[in-house]
């Protein structure tokens, strides 16, 4: 019996429009739909007169979950992985049961489409070649400072963070970089009341605190690139630490050794020790 195919299913970010047809088609089609809430997914599929079946896939039971669907993808049945929002396995979960599946020679097929990181990216006005993606900062104040040390780059950063934690991370970035570092602040990306701005991180947090409102949602946070003084050597590891909250130790250990220079694979044997 051939297996079935793992479809990563990129989902609107908000405005329930913004779902692309193929992948409304494939979830209309496929056997089973991994999703992070449940809930949250059947009203996307509701909206869109889609019955399917539905199973949970969140950071409490991934591996368990991805190893009962690996068992259906075996017996030839088709699966689509989604995420609340946006696209799966980028600061949500998914990509442990993408591992598997790649791992069990079965068929792992994309469907690209929202993104929050892509999508305030385009609208920040940063002109670049690349930008590094750093997921959600950490929560405790001494972790955050900390990986802020290692995200003073000379190309932009995208970071996530939580709205009751904003006033704080926006104080230690201005800290870390200085106040005419710019930033550009998109809350609430595609939904009613979207709000994107860009200015200087010294005054970012009297624009937070303008209106009562702006504690509440979702951001994502693009910091202008940084000119790094001559000889200055970035900190490696920090950049490693980083990049592992958000990407395998393979592809962490790859971009940490194109940002600072360092040896690849010691960066490498570095990602693996912090995993044990």
Known sequence: MASGTLF????????LADASPRALQTLRTVDLVACEDTRTTRTLLARHGIEARTVPLHEHNERAAATRLLDALRQGRSVALVSDAGTPALSDPGALLVEEAHRAGIRVSPLPGPSAAAAAFSVAGFAADRFLFAGFLPAAAAARRKALRGLDLPFPVIVYEAPHRMAEAL???RERFGGEREIVISRELTKKFE???RLPLAEAP?????EPHRIQGEFVLVI??????P???IDA?????VLLGALPPSEAARLAARITGAPKRELYRKALERGK
């Open 224 to 229: 202008a690139p940084g000119q790094p003084p």
């Open 206 to 210: 009297a624009w937070l605190a303008a």
């Open 8 to 15: 990563v299913v990129a989902t609107p970010i908000g405005n």
């Open 237 to 241: 590891d920090a950049v490693l630490d």
């Open 231 to 233: 000889g200055l050597t």
């Open 195 to 197: 709000e994107v701005v």
């Open 171 to 173: 104080e230690d970035m």
